[in-house]
Nanobody
Framework: QKQLVESGGGSVQPGGSLTLSCAAS????????VGWFRQAPGKEREGVSC????????YYEDSIKGRFTISRDNAKNTVYLQMSRLKPEDTAVYYC???????????????????????WGQGTQVTVSS
């Protein structure tokens, strides 16, 4: 069964850090660009950060630049999102998605709708609150 599984979410105080993981099973992430998306209560899902499978290029949404870092470990078939200096407005369900082919990462992150990505994880909750 081909699937993505996110982990690492939780509750943290403002200014804290979390690292999310997106592990693939049943297929190799080596052949896919991977993105992190989030959906806050009452809001539409948005692209947060995406990473290429070809040249390692990355894209970050403006509000998280300098605070979040995306990385991939193809040997572990896993992509990570290191989040630091978290803010209450980062509270959301975070999803990872994978898209095969020749992918421009900024374009991938601009497509948060389900039908535009090949695989989606089930999501992990991140809550930032004092």
């Amino acid at each position: 069964q081909k699937q993505l599984v996110e982990s690492g979410g939780g509750s943290v105080q403002p200014g804290g850090s979390l690292t999310l993981s997106c592990a693939a099973s049943g297929f190799s992430l080596r052949n896919y660009a991977v993105g992190w998306f989030r959906q806050a209560p009452g809001k539409e899902r948005e692209g947060v950060s995406c990473i290429s499978n070809k040249d390692g290029s990355t894209y970050y949404e403006d509000s998280i630049k300098g605070r979040f870092t995306i990385s991939r470990d193809n040997a572990k078939n896993t992509v990570y999102l290191q989040m630091s200096r978290l803010k209450p407005e980062d509270t959301a369900v975070y999803y990872c998605a994978a898209l095969g082919g020749i992918v421009q990462v900024e374009a991938m992150c601009a497509l948060p709708e389900t039908q535009y990505q090949d695989y989606w994880g089930q999501g992990t909750q991140v809550t930032v609150s004092s």
